[in-house]
Antibody, heavy 122, light 109 residues
Framework: EVQLLESGGDLVQPGGSLRLSCAVS????????MAWVRQAPGKGLEWVSA????????YYADSVKGRFTISRDNSKNTLYLQMNGLRVEDTALYYC???????????????WGQGTLVTVSS | EIVMTQSPATLSVSPGESATLSCRAS??????LAWYQQKPGQAPRLLIY???TRATGIPARFSGSGSGTEFTLTISSLHSEDFAVYYC???????????FGQGTKVQIK
């Protein structure tokens, strides 16, 4: 059974940093691209970032480019999102999701975690 | 960037009735279109991909159609567990990225 478990969400002040983790089990982690998708309270889904299976290519939404960094440790079956320069508008539930295709980022997200809450407030 | 427009924003339907949700893309996405269902307090779940293929475990009352820029999700004979928000999303884009429609909330009439 494929499982994705996010952690690391917290209350942080504007300008602060946070690192999210997503532990994955039940699949060959290194074979699949992964993504982060967020959802602000009461709002829709917003894609944040993605990374290929090897970690060799990364992609970002314009809203987080230059502030967030996605990475992965395939030896630990774990996906990360380093968030710097946090803004109030980054407040959201952050989901990690698995790409259906192998290796490249295809964008079809077939498994999702339950999310971790990031609150940016002074 | 491809912009996805869903309509209506809210759909009120009685249990047992059918619901038709629409999704329009600002440019052709061929058949690379997915639908997700999100219930309150839960993560999104993949329902449909390839515009019309049901994901594993999705009941046959869910069907998708369309190609290019116009897509439809139909839920026949709504069950209580089907009341949720539904999002459409194109994939296999270049440059790589993901955009979601704003969602359609299907609520009990």
């Amino acid at each position: 059974e494929v499982q994705l478990l996010e952690s690391g969400g917290d209350l942080v002040q504007p300008g602060g940093s946070l690192r999210l983790s997503c532990a994955v089990s039940g699949l060959t982690f290194s074979s699949h691209a992964m993504a982060w998708v967020r959802q602000a309270p009461g709002k829709g889904l917003e894609w944040v970032s993605a990374i290929t299976g090897s970690g060799g290519s990364t992609y970002y939404a314009d809203s987080v480019k230059g502030r967030f960094t996605i990475s992965r440790d395939n030896s630990k079956n774990t996906l990360y999102l380093q968030m710097n320069g946090l803004r109030v508008e980054d407040t959201a539930l952050y989901y990690c999701a698995k790409d259906e295709r192998l290796n490249a980022f295809y964008g079809l997200l077939d498994y999702w975690g339950q999310g971790t809450l990031v609150t940016v407030s002074s | 960037e491809i912009v996805m427009t869903q309509s209506p924003a809210t759909l009120s339907v009685s249990p047992g009735e059918s619901a038709t949700l629409s999704c329009r893309a600002s440019q052709s996405v061929s058949s690379s279109l997915a639908w997700y269902q999100q219930k309150p307090g839960q993560a999104p779940r993949l329902l449909i991909y390839g515009a019309s293929t049901r994901a594993t475990g999705i009941p046959a009352r869910f069907s998708g159609s369309g190609s290019g820029t116009e897509f439809t999700l139909t839920i026949s004979s709504l069950h209580s567990e089907d009341f949720a928000v539904y999002y459409c999303q194109p994939y296999n884009n270049w440059p790589p990225g993901v955009t979601f429609g704003q969602g359609t909330k299907v609520q009990i009439k």
